[in-house]
């Protein structure tokens, strides 16, 4: 698929809007159906479909290794800071009230970087399995490009 004018013609259109469709879900996950675990999946698949079509070496380049284990970590620590941040302002692990003087406000803003955590974090997990999987039988393993 590496060398097929079409797909890659169709790819470079269609990668921008997947991704713009992922941050959409993401921002839109209050009001609608949608949210981090979707949103992370949504962009990471923008970037399996990359991989298909220019190769694992060219995504591994535009979304390196490094960059995938560090998603894993920082939405954790997204995830969890929320929680301890609630702790810190006086209410319990992920009281989203405390976040904001107007609860209601508090408990946007606490849903809001909660899935963030979360949307970084899946796109982190579906990209390294995606990596890992796809780099199985090559003499380089799974870290090589």
């Known amino acids: 698929m590496v060398n097929d004018l079409v797909l890659r013609v169709v790819g470079k259109l269609l990668i921008p809007f997947i991704l713009l469709f992922a941050l959409y879900v993401q921002f839109h996950g209050d009001f609608g159906p949608g949210g981090g675990f979707q949103a992370g999946v949504i962009f990471a698949a923008g970037i399996v479909f990359y991989a298909l079509i220019f190769g694992l070496v060219n995504a591994r380049k535009v ?38 003087s107007d609860p209601l406000h508090g408990q946007h803003r606490g849903i809001f970087w909660v899935e963030v955590g979360v949307a970084i974090t899946v796109c982190g997990v579906m990209l390294k399995i995606f990596y890992m999987f796809a780099s199985r039988g090559h003499a380089d393993g799974p870290g090589g490009v």
């Open 63 to 100: 979304v390196p290794d490094w960059f995938v284990e560090s998603m894993l970590a920082c939405g954790v620590l997204i995830y969890a800071g929320v929680g301890f941040a609630g702790i810190v302002l006086g209410g319990n692990y992920l009281d989203y009230f405390v976040l904001d």
